[in-house]
């Protein structure tokens, strides 16, 4: 049996589609002073699975999923896999200065402690956030799903990373396009703020697809789109799989020329084109 979370409804759905398997029905709201409520209606298997994004609104979806995964527990359930596509608070996978939470890790404790017994993510911040698990964690990749997207809608691109981290991706959908692939150098300033290294690329007349795991206020790709522009390409096609979107980051990312952005479902948004229910799918069905 399949539960949505309030963040993942239609995703929830969609697997429960492709598996032939039950969606649970979920009374989730707020009370006027903001608390989360929620009710799981109907009978409960020995094992359910419960699917919920941890984007913004980050505390309430991840109180949510806490309330869901112990009252599964308390009403029966033996077993509960939590599939949290996109895995809130991961940027914080370190004390980068004395006294900071470990939030990610906090995070991984606090999902033991609700009863879940196995974890699911798409495309974490870092894949060393899995060890802060001391139950199966497992990280899962869409780009191969935003490469099989994409290929069909370029010829012969070139494909960038905005920074070194995101280079992997940039080689996995270069492998699975055809194409060639290179990565610009990238230095965070602050949160809002990051500045990236001028380089030259053989974009002149060609089209380029930016890949990323993230866009968050949207400044990495903003800097990546106006470089290659600038170097003559001719198509801008920009692909993530978190479509976190700050505040206008689509408007700022649109204005510098980009003629498409295309990420998964991992958190609703209205460029979340491309589903990652079969890589879930897929995910559940090993034992
Ligand atoms: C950084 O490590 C990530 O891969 C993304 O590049 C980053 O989160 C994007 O942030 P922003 O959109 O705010 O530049």
């Known amino acids: 049996m399949i539960?949505?979370?309030s963040a993942s409804q239609n995703l929830a759905a969609k697997v429960a589609n492709l598996l032939h398997d039950r969606l649970c029905p979920i009374e989730t709201h707020k009370f006027p002073d903001g608390e989360r409520y929620i009710r799981i209606k109907g009978e409960i298997p020995d094992e359910v699975v419960v699917i919920q994004s941890t984007g913004y609104p980050q505390d309430e979806n991840f109180m949510e999923l806490f309330l869901i995964i112990k009252t599964l527990k308390d009403i029966g359930a033996d077993k509960v896999k939590a599939v949290i596509p996109y895995?809130?608070?991961?940027?914080?996978?370190?004390?980068?200065?004395?006294?900071?939470?470990?939030?990610?890790?906090?995070?991984a404790e606090l999902l033991?402690?609700?009863?879940?017994?196995e974890v699911f993510s798409v495309n974490l911040h870092e894949h060393n956030i899995i060890?802060?698990?001391?139950?199966?964690?497992?990280?899962l990749s869409a780009i191969p799903l935003?490469?099989?997207?994409l290929s069909p809608m370029v010829d012969d691109p070139i494909i960038v990373?905005?920074?070194?981290g995101a280079l992997a991706h940039a080689k996995?959908?270069?492998?699975?396009?055809?194409?060639?692939?290179?990565y610009m150098e990238k230095v965070r300033i602050s949160p809002e703020k990051v500045e990236t290294r001028l380089k030259s690329f053989d974009v002149e007349g060609r089209s380029a697809i930016i890949v990323d795991d993230i866009i968050s206020t949207g400044g990495t790709i903003v800097n990546a789109a106006r470089i290659l522009r600038s170097q003559g390409a001719n198509d801008i096609k920009v692909a993530c799989v978190h479509a976190v979107l700050v505040d206008d980051a689509l408007l700022k990312i649109f204005s510098v020329g980009v003629d498409d952005v295309i990420a998964?479902?991992?958190i609703k948004s209205e460029v979340s084109r491309v589903s990652v229910a079969p890589l879930i799918v897929e995910a559940l069905k090993w034992d």
């Open 161 to 164: 990373a905005p920074d070194k």
């Open 87 to 107: 895995l809130g608070y991961s940027r914080q996978d370190k004390r980068f200065k004395p006294g900071e939470a470990v939030s990610v890790k906090i995070i």
């Open 264 to 266: 998964t479902d991992t």
């Open 112 to 117: 033991e402690a609700a009863g879940a017994d």
């Open 172 to 182: 996995t959908m270069a492998e699975i396009i055809g194409c060639e692939y290179d």
């Open 146 to 149: 935003l490469a099989k997207h």
């Open 131 to 139: 060890k802060f698990f001391n139950i199966p964690a497992h990280e």
């Open 3 to 5: 539960i949505g979370g």
